[in-house]
C-alpha cells in the first residue's frame, strides 16, 4: 500500500527545509554576499508563514503521515496534524523567526561569524519549531524537539575566539544531553507498558478505554508503577528544556554568553516548542494520568515562578534579568496545567503567545542599544523615543499592568482557571510572585525616563526593523487573547 502525503499540511517545514537547502549553495557559490543570505532566509519564512495563513483559514483540521483503519485499528491514527494547537503554535514561531532573522543580520554584519552555517542552522531549529506542535506520535514528537536543540549548540559557538560563547555552548549541550536522554528513558518505559507511540492510543491506553497489548482488557485501574516513573521522567525532560526549577541554572549563564540573537531565540521559538511537546504529552497522551502529574506541575510552576523572580530582583545585567524573568514567566504558563482541562491548556497558550511577543521586543532593544548594564539605560526614552517607549510598553506587559493590556488579560486569564480549578494555593503564590515582578520591572522601566545620556543612539537599519516587527507583533497580541482562546484546540 503507497502512503498519501498530503503537501499542503507539511508545506511550511518543507519550505523551511528547502530554503536552508538553497543557502547553503548560495554561500557556496557567492560567499561574499550575506545580505542576500539573509533576505532568501526571511523569504523561505514570509513564505512559510502564508501556508499557515491559508491552512487557518481553511475549514477543519487536516492530517498526513497516517495508519490506515484496517491496520492500525477502528479508527485512523496520524503522526502529523494541523489544528488549531498546531497553527497557533507555527504562527508565533515564524512570526519570531522574522525578527530574530533581522536580528541575525545586524550581528552577522560585525564579522566574525560564518553567515551560510548560521542561516542553515537558524533555517533547520524552525523546520523543528514548526514541526513539533504537529507530531501526534512519540518519536516525531522526539526528533522534532532535538532538531528545535541540536542546531542551537552550534549557533551559540559559532561566534568563534569568544569564550563566553563557547562556555554558554557546552552548557547548554551538557544541559540538553542530559534532559534527552531522561525524556528517552520515560518515553521508553510508557512505549513498553501500552505497546505504541501514537498519543491518542496512549490516551486510551492510559486512560482506561483500550488494553494494552498482552493485556486481558483495559487498565480501567491498578496501572503498573512503572507508568508513574515514566511520567515522571518525561517531565522532568521538559523542565530541562524550558529552563523550569529545579532544572533552571543553565538559563542566565547561556543567554547571556549566547549573541543576543540566540537569547531571542532560546526564549522564545525554543521555550515555545518545549510547550508545545510538555503539552502534547501531557494533555494529548497522558491526560488519563493526570492525578499523577498534574500535583507535581503544580509545585514545579510554584517554585520556577518564585525562584526566577527573586533572581531577577538581584540582576544588574540586562540579559540576566530577562533570563530569569522568562525563568519566572515560564511557572505563569505552567501553573494552569496544574489544573487540567481544556480551556486551562488554552489559557497556557494564550499567555505564552503574549509572553514571547513581549520578550521578543525586549530583547530587540536590548540589542539595537547594545548595552548591557540596566543603569546604561538610563535617559534611552530621551535618546531613542521610538526604542525606550517600545522598551517601557514591553516590560509593563510582562509585570502585567496597565496600560500594558495584552499582559494583564493574560494573567487574568491563568488566576480565572487557577481559582475554578481549585487550587487556590497556586492562585495565592502567582499573585505574591506578581507583586515581586513588579519591583524589577519597574526598576528598569524607571531608568528608560530617568536624566542620563542624551547621546544620540545609532544602529544598523536592520536592528530597526527587528525592533518594529517586534513592537508590531506586541500591539496586535495585545488584542488577541481571546482569539488565541478561541483557536488553540487540539484535535
Not at 499557515?52 to 485512523?76: E, I, K
Not at 523546520?127 to 504537529?134: E, N, Q
Not at 512505549?191 to 491506553?205: E, N
Amino acid at each position: 500500500m503507497i502512503q498519501q502525503i498530503d503537501y499542503f499540511v507539511i508545506a511550511p517545514p518543507l519550505v523551511l527545509a528547502l530554503t536552508a537547502a538553497l543557502v547553503l549553495l548560495l554561500d557556496a557559490f557567492l560567499p561574499s554576499r550575506p545580505l542576500l543570505s539573509g533576505l532568501l532566509t526571511l523569504a523561505g519564512v514570509v513564505i512559510a508563514a502564508g501556508f499557515v495563513v491559508a491552512q487557518a483559514l481553511g475549514t477543519g483540521s487536516r492530517s498526513t503521515f497516517c495508519v490506515p483503519r484496517n491496520l492500525g485499528g477502528t479508527a485512523m491514527t496520524c503522526s502529523f496534524v494541523a489544528d488549531g494547537f498546531t497553527l497557533v503554535f507555527a504562527g508565533l514561531v515564524l512570526v519570531a523567526a522574522a525578527v530574530v532573522v533581522l536580528m541575525s543580520m545586524t550581528e552577522l554584519a560585525r564579522g566574525g561569524i560564518p553567515v551560510g552555517e548560521w542561516y542553515f542552522l537558524l533555517l533547520c531549529t524552525l523546520v523543528g519549531a514548526v514541526s513539533l506542535p504537529a507530531s501526534r506520535d512519540l518519536i516525531m514528537l522526539v526528533v522534532a524537539l532535538e532538531l528545535v536543540s541540536l542546531p542551537v549548540f552550534a549557533l551559540t559557538a559559532l561566534k568563534r575566539y569568544d569564550g563566553r560563547s563557547s562556555e554558554a555552548a557546552v552548557k547548554l549541550f551538557v544541559v540538553s544531553v542530559v534532559s534527552t536522554a531522561i525524556m528517552l528513558f520515560g518515553v521508553s518505559l510508557l512505549y513498553g507498558i501500552a505497546g505504541t507511540v501514537y498519543l491518542s492510543r496512549l490516551s486510551g491506553v492510559f486512560g482506561g478505554q483500550v488494553a494494552a497489548p498482552g493485556a486481558p482488557e483495559a487498565m480501567s485501574e491498578g496501572l503498573p508503577a512503572v507508568v508513574t516513573v515514566g511520567v515522571v521522567l518525561v517531565v522532568a525532560g521538559f523542565a530541562f528544556k524550558i529552563a523550569a526549577v529545579p532544572f533552571h541554572a543553565w538559563a542566565a549563564d547561556v543567554y547571556q554568553g549566547a549573541p543576543i540573537p540566540v537569547a531571542a531565540l532560546l526564549s522564545v521559538i525554543s521555550k515555545a516548542s518545549g510547550f508545545a511537546g510538555l503539552i502534547l504529552v501531557l494533555v494529548a497522551a497522558l491526560g488519563g494520568q493526570a492525578g499523577t502529574w498534574a500535583p507535581i506541575v503544580g509545585i514545579v510552576a510554584a517554585l520556577t515562578m518564585t525562584v526566577g523572580n527573586l533572581l531577577a530582583m538581584r540582576q544588574r545585567s540586562a540579559v540576566r534579568l530577562l533570563a530569569w524573568s522568562s525563568v519566572a514567566q515560564s511557572g505563569y504558563i505552567l501553573a494552569p496545567l496544574a489544573v487540567t482541562g481544556e480551556s486551562a491548556v488554552r489559557s497556557s497558550i494564550a499567555y505564552l503567545v503574549i509572553y514571547a511577543a513581549m520578550n521578543l521586543g525586549a530583547f530587540t532593544v536590548v540589542m539595537l542599544v547594545s548595552r548591557t548594564e540596566l543603569d546604561d539605560y538610563r535617559g534611552l526614552v530621551f535618546r531613542r523615543p521610538a526604542a525606550g517607549l517600545a522598551l517601557a510598553f514591553c516590560l509593563i506587559c510582562l509585570a502585567g499592568l496597565p496600560p500594558g493590556l495584552a499582559g494583564l488579560f493574560a494573567k487574568v486569564f491563568v488566576f480565572r482557571e487557577i481559582v475554578a480549578g481549585g487550587a487556590g494555593w497556586l492562585a495565592l503564590v502567582m499573585a505574591v510572585n506578581t507583586v515581586i515582578g513588579l519591583y524589577y520591572y519597574a526598576v528598569w522601566t524607571a531608568r528608560l525616563f530617568a536624566p542620563g545620556d542624551r547621546a544620540p543612539l545609532r544602529a544598523p537599519a536592520t536592528a530597526w526593523y527587528a525592533m518594529g516587527v517586534a513592537v508590531v507583533a506586541a500591539v496586535l497580541f495585545s488584542f488577541a487573547p481571546q482569539l488565541v482562546l478561541d483557536v488553540s484546540s487540539l484535535s
